[in-house]
């Protein structure tokens, strides 16, 4: 075996080595995250806690594992029955993006500015919203270290009564 075909065997040995452990990796991080959603539907504070770092970041902010529980509990406070269900699953190296349906009802008042911001101090609907939401999350050594997410609080707002249906489209052209 010459010397160019041996270190092709070699590069490609280890390539086959670092894809396999990236896949490990990536399913191990895709568990954590599915277990998360089931946790987060449970309503167990301390267990949705635990998979974040101590020094976690939540769109982009440094807010540590103290901080993602503040929303957490502000979360189920507002919306006991809140659910979510997996649409979409995903990852690649570090990351995790996942699609959901979520929804709840509007049973408690809101203390801190999540869920759009806008239902601090409001006195509850008892009304029902469902919308969907993307999750962003980097994972590292087993924990979440970040996490983004997109949601549709707008939609959620106007199903709670909060804020006043959109304009129809054939309204908005002027239509009928």
């Not at 399913?27 to 974040?52: H, M």
């Not at 503040?70 to 570090?94: H, Q, Y």
């Not at 929804?103 to 009304?127: A, C, D, Q, Y």
Request: hydrophobic share 35%; glycine share 10%.
């Amino acid at each position: 075996m010459s010397e160019t075909s041996l270190t092709f065997l070699i590069m490609t040995k280890t390539q086959l080595a670092s894809e396999k452990q990236d896949e490990t990796a990536e399913q191990k991080n895709l568990e954590i995250i599915r277990r998360q959603i089931e946790k987060w539907t449970s309503g167990d504070v301390d267990a949705i806690a635990e998979d974040f770092a101590l020094e976690t970041r939540n769109h982009g902010e440094p807010v540590g594992r103290a901080g993602v529980r503040t929303v957490i509990e502000d979360i189920w406070r507002t919306f006991p029955d809140w659910r979510g269900e997996t649409i979409e699953i995903l990852a690649e190296k570090d990351s995790v993006v996942v699609r959901l349906n979520v929804s709840g009802t509007h049973r408690g008042i809101g203390r801190f500015p999540v869920n759009g911001g806008m239902l601090v101090g409001v006195e509850p609907t008892g009304k029902r919203f469902e919308v969907q939401h993307i999750h962003w999350y980097k994972m590292r050594d087993g924990k979440i270290v970040d996490h983004h997410a997109v949601r549709d609080d707008l939609g959620m707002m106007q199903q709670l009564g909060v804020l006043p249906p959109s304009v129809q489209r054939s309204q908005a052209k002027g239509g009928v």
